[in-house]
């Protein structure tokens, strides 16, 4: 957020998108107050063959005042294939 900006709440989303497929989504518990957060959380996906033509989208938010509101921070996505080193 650069040193400028305070401390926020913020938290990592995780989604797997297609054409093909509704996209499913998980994301962390908010850490607060703290410019450097450590997300020590883990998520397994079991990808089958379809998955991999699906991207996975990794964005960090932070959580704004109002209710369900948030800002994005960044974000990158990458193909779930490349990603697989088997479709296992």
């Known amino acids: 957020m650069g040193k400028s900006c305070r401390s926020c709440g913020s938290y990592v989303k995780l989604s797997v ?3 093909l497929h ?3 989504g998980i994301k962390t518990q908010t850490v607060w107050n703290n410019k450097n957060p ?3 959380q883990n998520f397994s996906l ?3 063959e379809p998955l991999l033509l699906s991207r996975l989208l990794v964005s960090v938010l932070r959580r ?3 209710p369900r509101c948030s800002q ?4 990158m996505s990458f193909g779930i294939g490349s990603l ?3 479709s296992q």
């Open 17 to 19: 998108t297609s054409d």
């Open 22 to 24: 509704d996209s499913i």
């Open 38 to 40: 450590a997300y020590q």
């Open 46 to 48: 079991c990808v089958s």
């Open 64 to 66: 704004l005042p109002k």
């Open 72 to 75: 994005l921070i960044g974000c």
């Open 84 to 86: 697989s080193h088997s």
